[in-house]
């Protein structure tokens, strides 16, 4: 009963943020627009090989659609005192980050699925796997919708927010192989590619698209998401709960 | 604990990075009550409210919310109340319907009866025209009903008032204070924390004073007003209040307990029965004409001054600056 109490109010909690906040025109373009240029830019450059580009695409689109909106949602609410409201309603802490999170990671979830079915027109995907798709995207979309909730978290101002989320963002780019392959980057930055949770969200959905392009086994990059996700929400949870007092 | 209270407090304390903001407090609140926390600003009113709400967590002590303890059962003893925070905070881009609808399922408000309670709720507060405006288009007395419209949204027990006319121009306030006289009447319980003394005087059952954050006295006006019936206040008008040293020559009278000057009068308390005679010859002496005498009956403002050992200046220059 409880649990149903609570699993309703987080359902509520992300189902207010995605009406009030995410299906925007400026949320949208930032989630879709922004990434397709990153793409077309590199393609521009290389024109060969833009399905290839397709993994990295979709993963660029999960990780700004989900965290465009939630990286600053929860500071912008604790500024302007609704926030509040949540952590007075009978839901707890616990819940009310994750019904935030559970709103942003529907959002990439979404975007990443209009670019997919904009790609399926374009190219053939002969290892296309729906099965292993489904869970890459899903995870992917919860890791960022975290991480963005966890610098909602540790900041105090909404354009530090917006700071950390794009220290996290950029770098991610360019070292989580959307657009250069990890084993072409020289080895200690190789390193640093396998600390990010894009690289594993590229990872799977290669495996989800492009199975033969593969290095990583997806079973092994599902999981670093899932472990990823929870450790950050977990860290979400400790920070916020610190701030509040 | 009693089945029959809505509040039981004991030993409360919060501490901030080791600033004691409330001390050890205890106290309880019957069901039905209207009860009043009142103090001076940084007394720990609003940490007390925010602690009891399940939004601070205290350092020591513990406190039950309709038997349920807010520590242990925090999501359960949230279900029992209702809170209007100080600050007007409900979301800014939703309208007042889809506010209280939102508040609903937050509070777990059946699905069929969610939109018949908001719209009852909106007639309440008297907000029909302001049905489908954002949050964001009300004036502030608007806000402030809206908010306590959403604090009753699952008919709670309990409700907590942190400073609700704070702010408010005089017919929003006294709106509103009928309003809490008739949730009151219904059988809430209200949780009522204020710096306005007259506020506390006309709603509360009871009142408990809260100084740096100690609760000194809890009792009921009537009780408390009686602590300072052993003086008795006269208020004088005088034709020429502004000579130099005028206050201090007052003070400087033997039975003289107390002075303060509020425009062209002086209320002043003495020890026993005012000495009229030798006091208004005192008065002559020093050039004094006394046009009226008023005798007051103590109030809640003498019992609280009485009570915090606050100087009355100060207690009006912290309304003023609350008011600001």
Known sequence: MALSKELKAIYFISLKDIKSYYFKPPNISWGIIFPMAMALAFYLRNPVGMKDLIPGLLGMTILFGSTSMEAVVITFERRLGSFERLLLAPVSLEGVLMGKIVGGAFFGFIVSCAVLVASLFFFSFPNFNLVLLIPSLVLSSMAFSTLGGFISVAVKEVFEAQTLANLFRFPMIFLSGVFIPIETLPLPVQVISYLLPLTYSVESLRNSLLSHYSSFPAWASLLILAVFSSLLYWASVRVLRKRLG | ?324
Not at chain 2, 44 to 50: A, H, L, S, V
Not at chain 2, 65 to 80: A, L, N, P, Y
Request: charged share 25%; aromatic share 6%.
């Open chain 2, 1 to 324: 604990m009693e089945s029959n209270l809505a509040l039981d407090v004991e030993n409360l304390t919060k501490y901030y990075n080791g600033f004691l903001a409330v001390d050890h407090i205890r106290f309880q609140v019957k069901s039905g009550e209207v009860f009043g926390f009142l103090g001076p600003n940084g007394a720990g009113k609003t940490t007390t409210i925010r602690m009891l709400c399940g939004l601070l967590t205290p350092s020591e002590g513990r406190a039950s919310v309709m038997g349920f303890d807010i520590q242990k059962e925090t999501v359960e003893s949230k279900r029992q109340i209702g809170v209007v925070p100080e600050i007007s905070n409900l979301y800014e881009e939703l309208t007042s319907f889809e506010n209280l609808v939102f508040m609903g399922q937050l509070y777990g408000v059946p699905k069929n009866q969610r939109k018949k309670r908001s719209e009852e709720l909106i007639q309440l507060v008297r907000l029909e025209a302001k049905r489908d405006i954002p949050f964001s288009g009300l004036s502030k007395g608007m806000k402030r009903s809206l908010t306590i419209a959403a604090a009753l949204v699952h008919d709670p027990p309990l409700i907590f008032l942190d400073e609700p006319t704070s702010g408010l121009d005089v017919g929003s306030a006294r709106n509103l204070r009928t309003m809490i006289r008739q949730l009151n009447g219904r059988g809430t319980t209200i949780f009522l924390t204020t710096h306005n003394i007259e506020e506390a005087n006309h709603l509360c059952h009871r009142i408990a004073v809260l100084v740096k954050g100690k609760i000194i006295a809890v009792d009921t006006p009537e009780a408390l007003k009686k602590s300072v019936q052993g003086k008795s206040m006269v208020e004088f008008g005088m034709e020429n209040p502004n000579l130099p040293d005028l206050l201090d020559s007052i003070k400087a009278f033997d039975s003289v307990d107390t002075v303060n000057r509020r425009q062209d009068h002086f209320v002043i308390g003495f020890k026993g029965g005012p000495p009229w005679g030798s006091f208004l010859l005192y008065l002559q002496e020093r050039g004094v004409s006394v046009t009226s005498i008023n005798t007051l009956q103590p109030t809640l403002e003498d019992a609280f001054v009485k009570i915090t050992g606050l100087d009355r200046e100060m207690m009006m220059i912290e309304k003023e600056g609350k008011k600001g």
